[in-house]
Every structure is written in structure tokens, then in C-alpha cells.
């Protein structure tokens, strides 16, 4: 399959990888048809994280389920599914907490917790600037999209990481109808 494939600083390439596949019974395989070029990828892409070389792009992500594991029950193959940035396994205190940002299963780092695809110090999971994503525990990690997801699939995959952000900071920011705002910064966020 190809990838967008970190090569350095400022430099990416779309290269050969290996194919995603189901490695555990509770992974989806998704055809990836959207991703988005989030603006933290801009730090691993400028060299200001220890993103690894040869490690590929992609936490925006959505597409068609193709594959399923043996321990998968909600998502079928055909389903249209976006793919939230974090990997989270569902189980955990702190996902059960709903602080699935915080997995203490998904990351293999005693010291660390949290976990994304294809985002620096943030476990081993591929990017989704590829052809194949592989989905750990994908029941609790696919969003199934309506009918209308093909056709707008290039809306949906907001759902990924830019519009739930831009709504967890006026959640967090107490904004409500009427208030006026002020906002620093650039992009959809």
C-alpha cells in the first residue's frame, strides 16, 4: 500500500509500506478515502517533535470498513466510519471516565498515556495517509457514518480531530449564543 511517509524535516514522500491488517480480534481495517492535514502535523513535519523517520502521517481519517476481526460485534464490512485522533481501547478507568485522551491500554509507554495514529510520542500506531488503516479495538474507535457518507465524506472527516477540538475549547472556554468572541490564531480550530 502507499503512505505519506515522514522522511525528515521537511521532507515527506509517498512510498511503499507495508499493508495494514488485522493484527488483534478487536481491529477493523478501514480503506482510507479522507484525511485531513491537521496543523500538528506541521510540527512533526518541521522536525519539532521526535517523530521518527520512516513513521507515517494521518489522525484526520475516514473511510469504508473492509475487514473486521473476530471479536469485532457493531462495525461491518461496507460501514463508512471516521476515525476519532485518539486510539482508545474503551475499558479502561480512564476511558470509562470518558478521558479517552488519557487510554492507560492504548499507549505502551508505562510513563505516558494517551495515543494517536501517526503522531509523535503517542504510541506505534500507523497514520492514515495511507491506503489501509488498521483500527485497534474497533467498536469503540469507528464512528459509523450515515447513508450519505460517501457523498460527504469531505464533512464527515471533520468529525476526526477539527470540529470535536473547536467545540471541546468553546465548551471549555464557556462561550454561549450572544457572547462575543474574540479569536488568536489561524485555521479551522
Given at each position: 500500500?502507499?503512505?505519506?511517509v515522514?522522511?525528515?524535516?521537511?521532507?515527506?514522500?509517498?512510498?511503499?509500506?507495508?499493508?495494514?491488517?488485522?493484527?488483534?480480534?478487536?481491529?477493523?481495517?478501514?480503506?482510507?478515502?479522507?484525511?485531513?492535514?491537521?496543523?500538528?502535523?506541521?510540527?512533526?513535519?518541521e522536525g519539532?517533535?521526535?517523530?521518527?523517520?520512516?513513521?507515517?502521517?494521518?489522525?484526520?481519517?475516514?473511510?469504508?470498513?473492509?475487514?473486521?476481526?473476530?471479536?469485532?460485534?457493531k462495525?461491518?464490512?461496507?460501514?463508512w466510519?471516521?476515525?476519532?485522533f485518539?486510539?482508545?481501547?474503551?475499558?479502561c478507568?480512564?476511558?470509562?471516565?470518558?478521558?479517552?485522551?488519557?487510554?492507560?491500554?492504548?499507549?505502551?509507554e508505562?510513563?505516558?498515556?494517551?495515543?494517536?495514529?501517526?503522531?509523535?510520542?503517542?504510541?506505534?500506531?500507523a497514520?492514515?495517509?495511507?491506503d489501509?488503516?488498521?483500527?485497534?479495538?474497533?467498536?469503540?474507535?469507528?464512528?459509523?457514518?450515515?447513508?450519505?457518507?460517501?457523498?460527504?465524506?469531505?464533512?464527515?472527516?471533520?468529525?476526526?480531530?477539527?470540529?470535536?477540538?473547536?467545540?471541546?475549547?468553546?465548551?471549555?472556554?464557556?462561550?454561549?449564543p450572544?457572547?462575543?468572541?474574540?479569536?488568536?490564531?489561524?485555521?479551522?480550530?
Amino acid at each position: 500500500m502507499k503512505a505519506v511517509v515522514y522522511e525528515g524535516p521537511r521532507q515527506v514522500s509517498v512510498k511503499d509500506v507495508p499493508d495494514a491488517k488485522i493484527e488483534r480480534p478487536t481491529d477493523v481495517l478501514v480503506r482510507i478515502t479522507s484525511a485531513n492535514i491537521c496543523g500538528s502535523d506541521l510540527h512533526m513535519y518541521e522536525g519539532r517533535t521526535d517523530f521518527e523517520t520512516g513513521r507515517w502521517f494521518g489522525h484526520e481519517n475516514l473511510g469504508q470498513v473492509v475487514e473486521v476481526g473476530a471479536g469485532v460485534d457493531k462495525v461491518q464490512v461496507g460501514d463508512w466510519v471516521v476515525l476519532p485522533f485518539n486510539v482508545s481501547c474503551g475499558h479502561c478507568k480512564n476511558c470509562e471516565r470518558q478521558l479517552t485522551n488519557y487510554c492507560l491500554t492504548a499507549q505502551p509507554e508505562p510513563n505516558m498515556a494517551g495515543a494517536a495514529y501517526g503522531f509523535a510520542d503517542m504510541g506505534p500506531y500507523a497514520g492514515g495517509q495511507a491506503d489501509l488503516l488498521r483500527v485497534p479495538w474497533g467498536d469503540f474507535n469507528c464512528l459509523r457514518l450515515g447513508e450519505d457518507a460517501e457523498q460527504r465524506q469531505t464533512d464527515y472527516v471533520m468529525l476526526a480531530d477539527i470540529f470535536p477540538t473547536g467545540y471541546h475549547a468553546t465548551e471549555m472556554a464557556g462561550v454561549q449564543p450572544g457572547d462575543q468572541t474574540v479569536i488568536y490564531g489561524a485555521g479551522p480550530v
